[in-house]
C-alpha cells in the first residue's frame, strides 16, 4: 500500500522514505514541499474539506450549506462551510471503523487513542490503515456495534476529559455489582461498556457520569485483563449523584485500571457522557532520575516549581535553569546529518527567546537513527548558536564541532524505531543577552548505516517561537527553508543559585536568605567573613549579638564565641 506520510524527511523533504515500523504492508513518502508550490484544488472538491474554488461534489451537502451561507457556493469552500456541513448538514462525522479521505472520526475517545500513536489519521486521512489502528492499538473494536462492548475491547484511554458514551445494544460480561455497593436496588450490571486507563501520575482518580439523568452504575477493578472479577475490584458506585454513579480511588502510576460502566436491572439503556479525571500529565520528563514525572511532583506538590517553567526546582539549581522545554510529541523526525550516506547532507535548527541575559550550558535532544535503529560506536555533534534573522537562522555565535554525546533509550518506539534522548554539556558555554535565537543541531555519523533524525516537540508556550528551519543540502546550513513545526529539545542555562541550600532558588525565596558564616552577602564564606567575624565577636554570655553578625552565630546563642569561630572554620570555601 502506498500512503502518503511525513513521519520521518530525508534530504530534501520530498523524498521517499521507507517506513520501517509497517515495511511489510506499506511504503511511506513524505508531503513535505516547502520548497514546490502545490496546484490549487479541483473545483467541487470534497465537502468535508476547504478548498481553494467555490461548491463540493456532494449536491445534497452543497445545497444544504449553501442554504445557509452562499459564499460557500459563490466564492470558496473554505473552513467555515466545512462546519456547517459538518454540524448543520451531518455530512462529515466518519466512523472510525470505515476508512474514509478525511483526518478523525466520529468517536472522540477512539479518534484521541489512534491519533496518540499515529497522527497521520487525525492531519491527513482516515484510511483503512487507521481503520486496523482501532484494534491493534487496543482503542476499541470494530466488530460489533459497540466498540467498547465486550471486556478485552476496552477502549485505552490515552488522556484525561469528558468522552461520550453509549450503552445503547451493549451485551453483558461483567459480574454483578459488588454487594458493598447495594443502594437498595439490587445487584444487577448489564449492558455494560468498558474502558482501560493508566495514570502517569500517584493521584486520585475520578470516574464520574452525573452530567447523565439516566441510572448508571460504574465499577473499577485494578489490571485491565479480562474477565474482570472482584477481587481485582477497587471500587463501585450506584446512585452517588442522583440516579447516576460517581466514583473515586487513588491511582498508582504506571497501574492500569478497568473502568466499566452499565446499568441495574428494570433500567434503561443509555447514552451521555463519562469523564475520567486526575492522574494525568503532559510534562513527562523526570529531570532527577527518581522514576516519578517532573508534572507528577509539582501536581502533587512534592516539588516546587517557583519559577513556572514546568521543571522541579531541585533541576534548575543541580543541573541548570530550563530556558526551554519542547517535549517530544512522537509525530515526525527530520534528517539532520552530514554524512553523505545518510542521504544528502541535511542541517536543522530550531529557535527561541530569553527575556535577559544567560549562560547557555547544556542542550539535551531527542531522536532516531533511521532505517535500523543502529546507533553506531558514537556521535559527533556539531551545535551552532545563531541570532534569530526573521524566521531564518542569522549570523553565527558561537560554533562547537565533534561533541560526544550521553545518550539513552528512552523506552519509545516512534514508527518501528527506538527513540533516544540525548544531552551535550557545551565546553565553551555561551553568554546570551536578551532576544531571539537559533540553535542548528547536526550529527555525523560517518562509519555507520543509519543516519540521525531530529524528532519533533510541543512548543514551549513560554520561550519557544512557532517555527523551524532546515537547510537540505549541506552542514552547516546557510540557505535555509521555514517550517511550522518545533523539534525536542532543552536548553539548560546557568544552575539557579540556592544559597542557603534549602531547595528554593534564591531568586524565589521569600525572606531573608541566610547561609551561616556569610556576612557579607556574596553567597559564600571567605576571608572577608574571616575579618568581619572579629567585629561580631562578644565572648560566650556576652550577647545579644548585632543585627548583622546572626549569621555567624552557628548555635543561636544569642553570643559569638569560639564555638561559632571553630564553625566559621568548617564553613568556610574558596572566594568567588
Known amino acids: 500500500m502506498i500512503r502518503a506520510r511525513t513521519f520521518l524527511t530525508l534530504a530534501i523533504g520530498t523524498l521517499a522514505f521507507a517506513q520501517i515500523a509497517q515495511a511489510q504492508s506499506r511504503v511511506a513518502t513524505s508531503l513535505r514541499t516547502s520548497a ?97 489502528r482501532v484494534k491493534e492499538f487496543g482503542c476499541g473494536s470494530c466488530s460489533g456495534a459497540i466498540l467498547n462492548d465486550a471486556c478485552e475491547d476496552a477502549i485505552q484511554v490515552a488522556s484525561t476529559g469528558e468522552f461520550i458514551i453509549t450503552t445503547i445494544g451493549a451485551t453483558t460480561d461483567g459480574p454483578p455489582l459488588s454487594a458493598g455497593c447495594d443502594e437498595g436496588i439490587g445487584l444487577t450490571f448489564e449492558n455494560d461498556i468498558w474502558f482501560c486507563y493508566t495514570p502517569l501520575c500517584d493521584d486520585e482518580i475520578l470516574v464520574s457520569m452525573c452530567d447523565n439523568i439516566e441510572d448508571g452504575r460504574l465499577a473499577v477493578y485494578e489490571g485491565c485483563q479480562c474477565p474482570a472479577d472482584d477481587t481485582r475490584l477497587v471500587t463501585c458506585a450506584d446512585e452517588t449523584c442522583g440516579s447516576q454513579a460517581q466514583a473515586l480511588f487513588m491511582g498508582q502510576a504506571g497501574t492500569e485500571y478497568l473502568i466499566r460502566t452499565g446499568v441495574g436491572s428494570g433500567a434503561v439503556p443509555f447514552g451521555g457522557l463519562i469523564e475520567i479525571a486526575g492522574g494525568n500529565t503532559t510534562n513527562t520528563d523526570d529531570c532527577n532520575g527518581n522514576s516519578i514525572l517532573d508534572g507528577c511532583e509539582i501536581q502533587s506538590a512534592t516539588a516546587g516549581d517557583c519559577d513556572v517553567n514546568g521543571v522541579p526546582d531541585a533541576c534548575d539549581i543541580n543541573v541548570g535553569q530550563v530556558l526551554l522545554q519542547q517535549l517530544p510529541n512522537q509525530a515526525q523526525a527530520f534528517a539532520s546529518d552530514s554524512d553523505p550516506q545518510s542521504g544528502l547532507p541535511q542541517s536543522v535548527a530550531d529557535d527561541f527567546v530569553i527575556d535577559g541575559d544567560q549562560m547557555l550550558e547544556a542542550i539535551a535532544f531527542w531522536g532516531l537513527y533511521s532505517p535500523n535503529s543502529n546507533a553506531g560506536a558514537a556521535d559527533s555533534f556539531t551545535i551552532i548558536v545563531h541570532n534569530r534573522n526573521g524566521t531564518a537562522p542569522g549570523a553565527v555565535v558561537s560554533t562547537q564541532p565533534n561533541l560526544p554525546a550521553t545518550r539513552v533509550q528512552t523506552g519509545v518506539e516512534v514508527f518501528g ?160
Not at 49 to 73: K, R
Not at 468 to 474: G, R, T, Y
Open 36 to 132: 514546490t508550490a502545490q496546484a490549487p484544488p479541483e473545483a467541487g472538491g470534497a465537502c468535508c474539506v476547504p478548498q481553494a474554488n467555490a461548491g463540493c461534489t456532494d449536491t445534497d451537502v452543497e445545497t444544504c450549506v449553501c442554504a445557509i451561507d452562499s459564499f460557500c457556493c459563490t466564492t470558496q469552500w473554505d473552513a467555515s462551510c466545512v462546519t456547517i456541513a459538518d454540524e448543520s448538514c451531518g455530512a462529515c462525522s466518519f466512523s472510525c471503523c470505515e476508512p474514509h479521505g478525511t483526518p478523525g472520526c466520529d468517536v472522540e475517545i477512539i479518534q484521541d487513542c489512534v491519533c496518540d500513536q499515529d497522527p497521520f489519521c487525525c492531519t491527513n486521512q482516515w484510511d483503512d490503515v487507521c481503520v486496523g
Open 417 to 576: 524505531l527506538q527513540e533516544w534522548k540525548f544531552a551535550v554539556t557545551l565546553p565553551n558555554p555561551v553568554l546570551l543577552s536578551a532576544g531571539g535565537y537559533f540553535i542548528e543541531i547536526f550529527n555525523n555519523t560517518t562509519g555507520n548505516p543509519d543516519g540521525f533524525f531530529w524528532e519533533t516537540g510541543d512548543l514551549d508556550p513560554l520561550n519557544g517561537l512557532p517555527q523551524h528551519a532546515f537547510d537540505n543540502a549541506e552542514t552547516p546550513g546557510t540557505i535555509w527553508q521555514s517550517e511550522g513545526l518545533e523539534m525536542a529539545m532543552q536548553i539548560f542555562g546557568s544552575p539557579l543559585e540556592d544559597c542557603d541550600a534549602n531547595v528554593v532558588p534564591d531568586v524565589c525565596q521569600v525572606g531573608p536568605i541566610v547561609l551561616p558564616g556569610d556576612l557579607d552577602g556574596n553567597c559564600t564564606v571567605d576571608v572577608i567573613d574571616y575579618a568581619g567575624f572579629a567585629i561580631c565577636f562578644t565572648g560566650t554570655g556576652q550577647g545579644p549579638v548585632f543585627k548583622g553578625c546572626v549569621n555567624v552565630d552557628f548555635d543561636n546563642d544569642d553570643d559569638i564565641d569560639l564555638i561559632d569561630w571553630a564553625a566559621l572554620q568548617n564553613a568556610i570555601n574558596s572566594p568567588q
